[in-house]
């Protein structure tokens, strides 16, 4: 279900601003200019539709902030905007169990605010685990990443927050003091990075009174960041943000480089990349099939390129579902690649010769038509551990496949010479 944000600011122009924003970070605004018009607004929802709500501090009818009190009360996450960005409005809105609060001063305020929006959905499946002995520091840190959203997780010693590493995939930021029952912050740091990079997980040292050189120190044992205690509440949060916002994008970035554009499916690099890792630990029963659409060219021709795109999408989606068991990948062009890493040439033979009739049969939808077609492949299976001397022979079995007239399987057991 998309949530919604329930936007409470003191003129229409406001409201338009912060919707729009909503809107960008994929939430549907329910817009109001005061407090009473609020209430109205919440009372004809479901208040679970809420994901958080963006409050003005000062409104027409609620000069002092009831309206952030209004919607704390109705139990939704509240970011708080301001005019003000004096101490004395800072402690009063910071009293309140506020997710966090945006000075509207600029344009890269209501950047932060955008980012927050979406975080915040995120975050829900964001892990963070918080590493201290200190009972007061550790529950301020959790109550406040609970304020946005994060999955928190509580932790006395290094060696549970290992633990809870090897358990957990969605654990994106690890904070840490430097005083820990079983070793030391800095050296528990430097043992995270034998396991995981500084792209694949932010390491975040905190620590007081120790003297300056601490954060050199953290920094230098591999930590991502490091922050001196006690921190600013506003601090903290911004610091947490970027840190998984940078362990994000370098995801993004990997995810970007390994995956085909059109169809989603890995890309050859990729595909090289899995199948090497695996292939260490392989017998050698296993097999490769190339399989190549035939006279694709003519659906370009004949419905335009976008048509093509379309029947590239489908057939890498058929690929998917018919072969989610073995690695699939779109090599370029119209050319797919099937790798069974288990299995002999004989059983993706058959395999792939029902995907082949299945292909033949299936009227695919693009603009104004239906298309069908058909696909040759080429297989081979030969004991051999190197991949790209399978992709050879396969791609000469591909060849007689469509020498030998198209839709259909070439598969040779005879055995690479020498
Ligand atoms: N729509 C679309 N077309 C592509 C894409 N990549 C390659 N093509 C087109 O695929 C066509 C491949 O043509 P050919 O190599 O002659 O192969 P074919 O027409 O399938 O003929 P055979 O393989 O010999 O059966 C070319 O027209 C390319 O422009 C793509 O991502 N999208």
New binding site residues.
């Given amino acids: 279900m998309q949530q919604h944000v329930l936007v409470i600011e003191n003129n229409h122009t406001n409201v338009d601003i912060v919707s729009k924003l909503v809107r960008k970070a994929g939430l549907i605004p329910v817009g109001a200019s005061s407090l009473t018009e609020a209430k109205v607004r919440f009372a004809n929802r479901v208040p679970e539709q809420f994901l958080c709500a963006v409050v003005a501090y000062v409104l027409p009818d609620a000069k002092q902030g009831e309206a952030i009190d209004f919607t704390i009360e109705a139990y939704i996450p509240t970011i708080v905007t301001t005019e003000n960005l004096d101490t004395c409005t800072r402690d009063k809105v910071l009293s309140r169990d506020v997710v966090d609060y945006i000075p509207k001063e600029n344009a890269q305020n209501y950047d932060y605010l955008n980012r927050l929006l979406a975080r915040l959905e995120k975050n829900k499946s964001t892990g963070v685990i918080v590493v201290s002995t200190h009972r007061v520091q550790r529950k301020h840190m959790i109550s406040l990443l609970i304020r946005h959203n994060f999955v928190v997780y509580d932790c006395l010693t290094a060696h549970d927050a290992m633990r809870l590493l090897s358990q957990h995939q969605h654990i994106r930021l690890v904070i840490t003091d430097n005083q820990l029952p079983d070793m030391s912050g800095t050296y528990f740091v430097s043992s995270l990075r034998k396991a995981f990079s500084k792209e694949q997980l932010a390491i975040m040292g905190i620590a007081g009174g120790q003297g300056m050189l601490m954060s050199a120190h953290f920094i230098k044992s591999g930590a991502n960041d490091f922050l001196r205690l006690p921190f600013c509440h506003e601090e903290f949060l911004c610091r947490v943000m970027q840190n998984v916002e940078y362990i994000e994008s370098v995801e993004a970035i990997r995810r970007a480089a390994n995956t085909d554009y ?1 169809t989603g499916l890995p890309n050859r690099r990729h595909f090289f990349y899995t199948v090497t890792v695996k292939h260490q630990t392989l017998s050698n029963s296993h097999a490769l099939a190339l399989i ?10 004949t419905y335009g ?5 379309s ?2 999408k489908t057939v890498g989606r058929l690929l998917e579902d018919a072969f989610s068991e073995h690695i699939v990948a779109r090599f ?3 050319e797919f690649c099937v790798y069974f890493p288990y299995h002999d040439g004989r059983y993706a033979k058959d395999q792939l010769d029902a995907f082949r009739v299945t292909l033949e049969k299936q009227a695919i939808l693009v603009t104004d038509a239906t298309v069908n077609v058909t696909c ?1 492949i080429g297989i081979a299976d030969h004991t051999t551990q190197s991949i790209e001397e399978l992709l050879s022979a396969a791609d000469r079995q591909l060849y007689c496949a ?1 020498n030998n007239g ?1 839709n259909q399987i070439s598969y040779n057991t005879t055995p690479l010479a020498g």
């Fill in positions: 059109l190549d659409l035939d006279h694709f060219k003519r659906i370009n021709d390129h976008d048509a093509g795109d029947v590239l370029g062009g119209e040759s469509k198209r």
